[in-house]
């Protein structure tokens, strides 16, 4: 019973090691790639792509978060008499501590959705397979212009 229980434990650290030197294996194959010049084209249609398109969903985000916010704090402010400084202490706090922090989970949140649907059905569709036939790294094709972008 406790052989079992050990094999178990045993069992998943060693996928989750596994798994870990996979995508080590995978990020040095990427940083090889980044020798052979990229393609300028490709990294500005991705920094386009991850960069720009992501300002509608951060700017609702800090929007509703701003009006929520707002809601929150500005009926305590006009109880103690302090209305007129609302605006200008909501916007120091979101600012100066949850603006970055909204911006870079959303972000993180939408980029890394944005790749993996793109390369999972780029490989759904065989899209990779066919990079490797004509002899064009898939690393180099599409990871290297996603990780400088």
């Known amino acids: 019973m406790l052989t079992k229980f050990f094999e178990t434990i045993g069992a998943f650290v060693i996928r989750r090691f596994e798994d870990v030197g ?3 294996l995978l990020y040095v194959d990427t940083m090889k790639q980044l020798k052979y010049k990229p393609r300028l084209r490709h990294i500005i249609a ?3 792509h991850l960069g ?3 300002l509608t969903i951060v700017s609702l985000t800090l929007l509703f978060t ?3 916010f707002t809601l929150q704090t ?3 402010f006009i109880r103690f008499g302090a209305q007129s400084t609302v605006g200008g202490i909501i ?3 979101i600012g100066r501590e949850l603006g970055p922090v909204l911006v870079g989970v959303v972000c993180a949140g939408r980029v890394g959705a944005a790749i993996t649907a793109e390369i ?3 490989k759904v569709t065989e899209q990779i397979d066919a990079h490797r036939v004509i002899a064009v790294s898939p690393l180099y094709y599409l990871l290297v212009p996603r ?3």
């Open 22 to 24: 996979t995508i080590v």
């Open 46 to 48: 991705q920094m386009a």
């Open 52 to 54: 720009v398109d992501s």
């Open 66 to 68: 701003g009006v929520v």
């Open 74 to 76: 500005a009926h305590e």
């Open 91 to 93: 916007a120091i706090a």
């Open 120 to 122: 999972s059905t780029m």
């Open 147 to 149: 990780m400088i972008a």
